[in-house]
């Protein structure tokens, strides 16, 4: 494709739809992934995003329109299932329960859409996971609904920043001052399965992972603030998500695992800064 | 709940400590007044933690009663988690964040709280790290960063579980010095659960050791001159 060629493409509005949707669904993930990688929950966002994908199953065979009526519930019983109940003592354990209930609902999700009459099951089934190319083929509704949701979830985000921080650092100390850190896990979880469930239609339910800890794990090398740390992760991922969004009109690759290559690619930028930068400081 | 005298912080009454139903401890009964220097002992396992988590009500007793004075407010100094370890934090902002549970809804910091948050931190010695990571600080100057924190939340009683665990001889004595400071000049009562004998005789002005089947419970002295006491100091002296 020629530059020229590449330029006619800004002529399109589900383009542009596309770059703002993403800009935000990295800004937002970006923000929670800080505090999900440092509370040992990276693989929320995985467990949830397969959460997601078998309730999308059940939606689809069930022939709804708008998918969102059951997708949205279940990913929230399902966050907060896994955030606020594991620091209690339960008989399973973290990361087993959460292994668990993400095959099952992957699983199941398949399984389910098989009993459908979609004449194109694989090929739906690879679309949900891997998010291809339904980010350039939103609507001006689903652009709405994902402006309002991303808003919502910076302005909460700020005004809990200090909160959402202590619980990150030390939950038990916060509680036993007297924080009631029960509502705030119980928002973080909501936000959570909020975002998951956006950013499915950006790059699909197996590579969500990546939007939350690539960027915070960026981060996480080079900065020795918290608040360096939540800046920076969200500033490579809105970067990351343009970069990856121009580069797969311009190559005409899958929109979900081009950016997510983008944001390895950062991850191995900012590991070698952290690793030259921590060598100069002992030198 | 019965009223308290007015010296009094805290009173427990035949408390039973557990989890589901599964007592560790019981028969634990205690009063502590403001300025106390109470050093709780006891076996591993024996409950400790235990107790230190039920007055924090982070989990409920399984039977007994706890009367707190009225608006006591406690700093908590728990044992360190691995997640704390590689945290990417400055030392101001964890410091701050012990004025979390004073400040209610409201979403940043006063500057009257950023500047208490700075005398703590210039009174333990720290004042001139609050810019740094913590990750990259000593066991003794981490603990010293969540001693100020704790003492952003409180000008009462805090509660220290094991402060000592993991430092050195030197640093620990500093920091056992530091605390008794705290108790000696600023007059806030102190919990501190220790495995450190020669520490609680130096410091403590109450003993309360926890056990299965009952506790003992007096001054330092009583404590010493008690059957629990004088066994459990020869042991450690042999």
């Known amino acids: 494709m020629s530059f020229s060629e590449f330029l006619t493409f800004f002529d399109y509005p589900f383009v542009w739809y596309a770059?703002?949707?993403?800009?935000?669904?990295?800004?937002c993930s970006s923000l929670l992934g800080v505090t999900l990688v440092l509370k040992r929950f990276s693989f929320i966002g995985d467990g949830l995003s397969h959460v997601a994908f078998g309730a999308m199953a059940v939606a689809a065979v069930a022939g709804l329109t708008n998918q969102m009526i059951i997708i949205l519930p279940v990913t929230i019983a399902a966050a907060v299932l896994l955030l606020c109940t594991s620091s209690r003592k339960t008989k399973l354990n973290g990361d087993a329960s959460l292994a668990m209930i993400s095959v099952s609902a992957l699983a199941l999700g398949y399984l389910i859409y098989n009993l459908s009459d979609s004449p194109n099951v694989s090929g739906d089934v690879c679309t949900t996971l891997f998010g291809s190319t339904s980010i350039l083929a939103l609507t001006q509704t689903d652009l709405w609904i994902c402006i309002v949701m991303s808003v919502a979830v910076t302005v909460l985000y700020i005004l809990f920043y200090h909160k959402i921080f202590a619980i990150t650092f030390d939950e038990t100390f916060a509680k036993a001052t007297?924080?009631?850190?029960?509502?705030?896990?119980?928002?973080?979880?909501?936000?959570?399965?909020?975002?998951?469930v956006l950013a499915m239609n950006l790059v699909g339910s197996l590579l969500i992972s990546a939007l939350v800890i690539f960027p915070a794990l960026c981060g996480m090398g080079l900065f020795r603030s918290f608040k360096g740390v939540v800046i920076s992760s969200a500033c490579v991922s809105?970067?990351?998500?343009?970069?990856?969004?121009?580069?797969?009109?311009?190559?005409?690759?899958?929109?979900?695992?081009?950016?997510?290559a983008v944001d390895l690619i950062a991850f191995l930028i900012f590991s070698a800064a952290g690793f030259a930068a921590r060598r100069a400081r002992r030198a | 709940m019965q009223e308290l005298s007015e010296n009094i912080l805290l009173a427990c009454k035949d408390l039973s400590?557990?989890?589901?139903?599964?007592?560790?401890?019981?028969?634990?009964?205690?009063?502590?007044?403001?300025?106390?220097?109470?050093?709780?002992?006891?076996?591993n396992g024996s409950g400790k933690s235990t107790l230190v988590k039920t007055l924090l009500s982070l989990q409920p007793s399984l039977s007994g009663s706890i009367a707190w004075a009225e608006r006591v407010t406690v700093g908590y100094l728990p044992q360190q988690t691995p997640v704390q370890r590689d945290f990417p934090a400055t030392v101001e902002e964890i410091v701050l964040s012990g004025f979390l549970a004073k400040s209610g809804l409201r979403p940043f910091f006063r500057k009257q709280e950023k500047g208490l948050a700075q005398e703590k931190m210039?009174?333990?010695?720290?004042?001139?790290?609050?810019?740094?990571?913590?990750?990259?600080?000593?066991?003794?100057?981490?603990?010293?960063?969540?001693?100020?924190?704790?003492?952003?939340?409180?000008?009462?009683?805090?509660?220290?579980?094991?402060?000592?665990?993991?430092?050195?001889?030197k640093v620990t004595a500093e920091l056992y010095e530091l605390i008794a400071s705290l108790n000696r000049d600023e007059g806030i009562t102190i919990i501190m659960v220790s495995h450190d004998l020669p520490a609680v005789r130096?410091?403590?002005?109450h003993v309360l050791h926890v056990m299965h089947g009952g506790c003992t419970f007096g001054t330092l002295a009583q404590y010493a001159a008690s059957d629990a006491g004088k066994l459990f100091f020869a042991e450690a002296e042999a």
């Not at chain 2, 007592?23 to 300025?35: I, K, N, Q």
């Open chain 2, 122 to 169: 210039a009174r333990l010695g720290i004042g001139h790290l609050k810019k740094r990571c913590y990750r990259e600080l000593s066991g003794g100057q981490q603990q010293r960063v969540l001693l100020a924190r704790a003492l952003c939340a409180t000008g009462d009683l805090l509660l220290l579980d094991e402060p000592a665990a993991g430092l050195d001889p």
């Open chain 2, 202 to 205: 130096s410091y403590a002005t």
């Open chain 1, 178 to 196: 007297g924080v009631k850190t029960g509502i705030y896990n119980l928002l973080i979880a909501v936000v959570i399965a909020v975002i998951i």
């Open chain 2, 17 to 43: 400590l557990g989890y589901e139903g599964h007592p560790v401890a019981d028969g634990v009964s205690f009063t502590l007044e403001r300025g106390d220097y109470l050093c709780i002992i006891g076996e």
């Open chain 1, 238 to 260: 809105v970067l990351c998500a343009l970069i990856g969004i121009l580069a797969s009109i311009w190559l005409m690759t899958p929109t979900g695992s081009t950016i997510v």
């Open chain 1, 19 to 27: 770059l703002v949707v993403g800009t935000l669904i990295a800004l």
